[in-house]
């Protein structure tokens, strides 16, 4: 039997990991990734600092994200989130499906998350620690405040469809290399990462760059409230 803890190095998940870890220090817990090999360094820090202090943390999956846009011929959007399903979820399902059948998932969903899903596989044992501990937002933040823990600003790809203007714009002032490799995968595939007509600026990456560098102001000058990929934040 294996105790397997799902750690995206979302907020959630980490705040599960390492209290899990607190309360069970004789447990012999199992931390997997999925990286999607479009992680930004913050986020390759992150993990670092999470290894240092709960030892090794193992990783799934044969596949980048790169290499799976080349082979589905399309960049993900809302509407065909492939690259979670592929990258993410079935990996783990697989994993898990491997294991020894009383084996456990422990996943990062928070109880003031209702409306939420976790993994749902009858083939697959998932306990929620977070929810039945009654923690929210609030908790989370506060334990990981007590922790002295600090979450990247993304936790998911650099590249992830779900982005709003300012993160697209920090982007390209902190990671302008990154950048200019969206613009050519755009390119290349003849699609692009931003939704056509979800606003006023251009839905190209270069574009984008373009209106940004120009000195363009944006409305919403701080990105909160920012819709992420649940399975890579939580």
């Known amino acids: 039997m294996k105790h397997v803890i799902a750690l995206s190095g979302g907020k959630d998940s980490t705040a599960m990991a390492l209290r899990l870890r607190e309360l069970n220090p004789e447990c012999q817990y199992e931390y997997v990734l999925t990286p999607t090999g479009d992680e930004l360094p913050e986020m390759e820090s992150h993990w670092r600092k ?14 980048g994200l790169f290499e799976l846009i080349e082979q589905q011929g399309m960049i993900p959007n809302f509407r065909a989130r492939f690259c979670t399903r592929i990258l993410k979820i079935e990996p783990f399902i697989a994993y898990m499906e ?7 998932m422990y996943v990062g969903l928070r109880a003031d998350e209702g409306e939420r899903l976790g993994i749902i596989d009858s083939m697959v044992n998932v306990e929620y620690p977070i929810k039945k501990w009654g923690w929210g937002i609030n908790e989370v933040m506060g334990y990981l405040r007590t922790r002295g823990v600090r979450i990247p600003d993304r936790t998911d790809c650099g590249c992830c469809f779900f982005q709003r203007l300012p993160e697209w714009r920090n982007l390209l002032k902190k990671h302008p290399d990154r950048f200019e490799r969206y613009v050519q995968i755009e390119k290349q ?7 056509p007509g979800k606003d006023t600026w251009p839905t190209s990456l270069d574009d984008l760059r373009k209106e940004i560098l120009s000195g363009r102001k944006m409305r919403n000058t701080k990105p909160r409230g920012i819709k992420k990929c649940r399975f890579c934040t939580m």
């Open 50 to 63: 999470l290894e240092a202090v709960l030892g090794p943390l193992k990783r799934l999956g044969n596949i």
């Open 98 to 104: 491997s294991l020894p059948a009383e084996s456990v």
């Open 189 to 195: 595939m003849g699609h692009t990462f931003r939704t």
